[in-house]
């Protein structure tokens, strides 16, 4: 069974730009979620998405938004670059119900310039 | 609001001795814990969790963690390490069991020395 599969790995952006990252959740996975990770701030909770609605979301700007579609793919978005965006992104799925393990993807590794 | 705190950043110990990584968690509601290791370039794998019944969980490759509700920690434990071991740890909490959004603690990197 193929696992999170996030595309691309490696991502380098200018600041200003935006950056669409995609996230394929394990076949039958209904949530998809999306967590920052940096050196100084450690891993962090962006959002949520179970059945193509935002369940939850962290404490982040407008500037990061996400969606999901029928297929409970998701992207995330963030809009006019900072260089304090560069991070890795990780996507997790899950079944969505109480107690079901979350899977991590490999992540995208953004850069801002 | 959940909080999770693990108190050391990094753990140095030589191939085969013990370790214990350390973990404590705020919350004022009853909390599901997940510890996650991390490889280099690599995504979070789930090591092991406490969601209810005993409080000692193990995982397959010889990790173990005791939830202590009096002194809300949650530490993890390997009585012989190994090189392989090397890597990232991280605790994390969730409420209510969604674990659409877990909640973690800065991580402690384990470096084992041959």
């Known amino acids: 069974k193929a696992g999170v599969t996030q595309t691309p790995r490696y991502l380098i952006k200018t600041r200003g730009q935006q950056v669409t990252l995609s996230c394929s959740p394990i076949?039958?996975?209904?949530?998809v979620s999306w967590y920052q990770q940096t050196p100084g701030q450690g891993l962090q909770f962006l959002f949520e998405?179970?059945?193509?609605?935002?369940?939850n979301k962290g404490n982040f700007p407008g500037r990061f938004s996400g969606r999901q579609f029928s297929n409970s793919r998701s992207e995330m978005n963030v809009s006019t670059l900072e260089l304090g965006d560069s991070a890795l992104y990780l996507c997790?799925?899950?079944?969505?119900?109480?107690?079901?393990?979350?899977?991590f993807g490999q992540g995208t590794r953004l850069t801002v310039v | 609001a959940q909080s999770v705190t693990q108190l050391d950043s990094q753990v140095p110990v030589f191939e085969e001795a013990p370790v214990e990584l350390r973990c404590n968690y705020s919350?004022?509601?009853?909390?599901?814990l997940f510890w996650y290791v991390q490889y280099p370039n690599q995504g979070l794998q789930l090591l092991l969790k406490?969601?209810?019944?005993?409080?000692l969980v193990e995982s397959i490759n010889g990790f173990e963690a005791e939830f202590n509700k009096s002194q809300t920690s949650f530490h993890l434990r390997k009585p012989s390490v190994h090189i392989s071991d090397t890597a990232e740890y991280f605790c994390?909490?969730?409420?209510?069991?969604?674990?659409?959004?877990?909640?973690f603690g800065q991580g402690t990197t384990l470096q084992v020395k041959p």
């Open positions: 997790a799925s899950s079944k969505g119900g109480k107690n079901t393990e979350a899977f």
């Open positions: 076949s039958g996975h209904r949530s």
């Open positions: 998405y179970f059945s193509e609605t935002q369940r």
């Open positions: 919350s004022s509601v009853s909390v599901y």
């Open positions: 406490y969601l209810s019944g005993s409080t």
């Open positions: 994390a909490v969730t409420v209510s069991g969604n674990t659409g959004k877990l909640i």
